[in-house]
């Protein structure tokens, strides 16, 4: 078990371009890095080589967050490794189109086992450890503006995501004070031209400050959380505007 002295984060979903950007700001922030990945091992630990430039002690792990088993098994080697989780960012999901009426079992388990139910469960296990600690720990949630969008291709993963906003309200409220919980909301910040619908020209015209979103902009909003400590169960939108539309 590693020493205690520097903070740990614990986060799902960190070998795509968003999630890798946040998982290398987290260790820049001075925390250790448990990650899980799993369709892309690649990607992975492309990622976890940049982290280890920063934060040596961090890791990765295999793991189907839409398999609780595999959820319980990720944390029980986390908890052989570390003595402590300060930081859990549940960033793990899965997205793509699913028109009405044509949307199957097998899609619907996909999208939302991924992102709900492997949240939930998530969430779970790192409360389990975070409410008995002697400090202040945080859960942060990656949710979607399309919560509060009617996305009529998207039915799955709207639900999801509104779901996962939900769930970060109620474990605001059993938790607090020792656990602050709080959601994040991103609008439009990586172009899958495989996945989305529109080009990006037809996405900013609908974006009031007139440009797609960066990593850095979600990334800023989670340094923002890890600084404050008088906010909890809130969804912050970060989409430059969008749905003021």
């Not at 600690?133 to 999801?160: C, E, G, H, K």
């Not at 899958?192 to 400050?209: A, F, G, S, V, Y």
């Amino acid at each position: 078990m590693k020493p205690s002295g520097r903070k740990v984060c614990f986060m799902t979903g960190a070998s795509g371009r968003l999630g890798s950007e946040i998982a290398l700001s987290v260790a820049g922030q001075g925390y250790t890095v448990f990650f899980t990945w799993h369709s892309s091992e690649e990607k992975a630990t492309e990622t976890l080589e940049k982290i280890r430039w920063i934060s040596p002690e961090s890791t990765m792990v295999r793991c189907d967050v839409s398999k609780p088993g595999d959820i319980k098994s990720a944390f029980e080697l986390f908890s052989k490794q570390f003595d402590r989780l300060d930081l859990l960012i549940a960033s793990a999901s899965n997205f793509y189109s699913t028109p009405l009426p044509e949307v199957t079992e097998e899609e619907w388990d996909s999208l939302v086992n991924t992102n709900l139910k492997g949240t939930f469960f998530t969430m779970q296990e790192a409360a389990r450890i975070m409410q008995h600690q002697p400090f202040v720990s945080r859960i942060i949630t990656m949710t979607d503006i399309s919560a509060d969008l009617v996305w009529r291709n998207f039915a799955p993963y709207t639900v999801s995501k509104t779901g996962i906003q939900h769930l970060t309200k109620i474990f605001a409220k059993k938790f607090a004070p020792s656990i602050l919980v709080n959601s994040i909301a991103p609008g439009t910040v990586t172009i899958n031209p495989e996945k989305d619908m529109d080009t990006p020209e037809e996405m900013i015209k609908k974006i009031p400050l007139k440009r797609l979103g960066d990593p850095l902009d979600i990334v800023r909003t989670i340094i923002f959380l890890l600084e404050s400590d008088y906010i909890t169960g809130q969804i912050i939108n970060v989409d430059g505007g969008r749905l003021l539309q």
